[in-house]
């Protein structure tokens, strides 16, 4: 009885010690204390032992009972220890790995020609106005020396929102001069960039919705000269001081006199190539002194004040810089195309 207790101690405190994981010390403890298990078993047997050997047997078991408990405990502790050192390895972050680098977009390029085109103004000391897009007719039109049965108002060309033609999604931004005049003190100088709509259908060059960008200066003793100096030095600091510009006569019912403004083709220096479809010029914008009419229409004292305004094709500016071909491209926002620049 004596040597089948020692055996088992020294059986059971060995595989327990060496156990690989919990599970198999489960089974171990199960195997030796439990209620089936192999020292159950032998203390069954103690009823057949002599009674004077009773008590020594009986403290052996109790002793072996224990060495085998405090080392089932022993390796619990050590598998736990193990177990949490093997978790924390898998789990340490490692500072020194290159991070995830999130994508960073850009401006889109047709702002970034918006963006030099408003420093290059706000350096002439103009500020930058913005104004609705869902307008009235009278402003868009009639304000702007544009009275009813005037082409320009026709059903065909324009968003109409009203069955009596009074609200519109404005064709332009020259109402801006209107409403510029109505609000702000003498003198002003303005650039009112924005969205404009026309009944076009989309293709390489039309777009039913596009952008413009109107300036416009008031004050006293402006002349012609003022507009045509300014805009040629815009487009020098636009595209280069070598730059050539040219005025030609044109009509806008609001400016008197009016004239669109021609850059030399820098392609070919003005001989006519593909790029400027052989005409050596292209159209940038339109301009003009406002009209007399417009002026008062505003309550400006035309015997004290003039002005001159323009206005030109945002998307068309973009393309010509980015060389462009197509203007859906600019609204279609396919990152293939906007990475590129
Ligand atoms: N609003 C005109 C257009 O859409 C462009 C324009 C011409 C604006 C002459 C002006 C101007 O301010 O003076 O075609």
């Not at 089932?72 to 020194?96: F, G, S, Y």
């Amino acid at each position: 009885m004596k040597k089948s207790l020692q055996d088992l101690r020294e059986v059971a405190v060995n595989a327990i010690l060496s156990a690989p994981g919990a599970e198999e010390l489960e089974a171990l403890r199960i195997q030796y204390l439990g209620k089936k298990g192999a020292l159950t078993k032998l203390l069954k047997m103690m009823g057949k032992l002599d009674p004077e050997e009773r008590p020594a047997m009986g403290q052996l078991a109790n002793q072996v009972r224990a060495e085998v408990e405090n080392a089932i405990e022993k390796r619990r502790n050590e598998l736990n220890e193990m177990m949490l050192k093997m978790r924390l390895e898998a789990e340490t972050l490692d500072v020194t790995m290159p991070g995830k680098t999130a994508a960073v977009g850009h401006e889109h390029p047709m702002y970034i020609v918006l963006d030099e085109i408003k420093d290059i103004f706000i350096g002439m000391g103009f500020e930058i106005l913005d104004g609705p897009e869902i307008e009235q007719s009278e402003y868009n039109f009639t304000k702007l020396n544009t009275d009813e049965g005037h082409p320009a108002r026709e059903w065909s060309d324009t968003f109409y929102l009203t069955e009596d033609s009074s609200i519109l999604l404005r064709t332009q931004t020259s109402p801006m001069q209107i409403r510029a005049m109505e609000t702000k003190p003498l003198p002003i100088r303005m650039l009112a960039p924005g969205r404009v709509y026309r009944k076009d259908e989309v293709d390489a060059t039309h777009s039913p919705m596009f952008h413009q960008i109107e300036g416009m200066v008031i004050d006293k003793g402006v002349t012609m000269a003022d507009l045509k100096g300014t805009l040629d030095a815009v487009m020098k600091k636009l595209y280069g001081e070598d730059t050539v510009t040219r005025f030609r006569p044109h009509h806008f019912p609001f400016t008197e006199p009016s004239c669109e403004m021609d850059v030399q083709c820098h392609k070919c220096g003005g001989k006519g190539c593909p790029t400027c479809k052989g005409e050596g010029w292209i159209e940038i914008l339109g301009a003009g002194m406002v009209h007399p009419k417009v002026l008062e229409g505003c309550g400006i004292d035309t015997s004290v004040y003039s002005g001159w305004a323009f206005g030109m094709g945002l998307e068309r500016l973009a393309m010509r810089r980015f060389k462009i071909s197509d203007l859906r491209l600019i609204f279609e926002n396919d990152v293939r195309f906007l990475e590129q620049f």
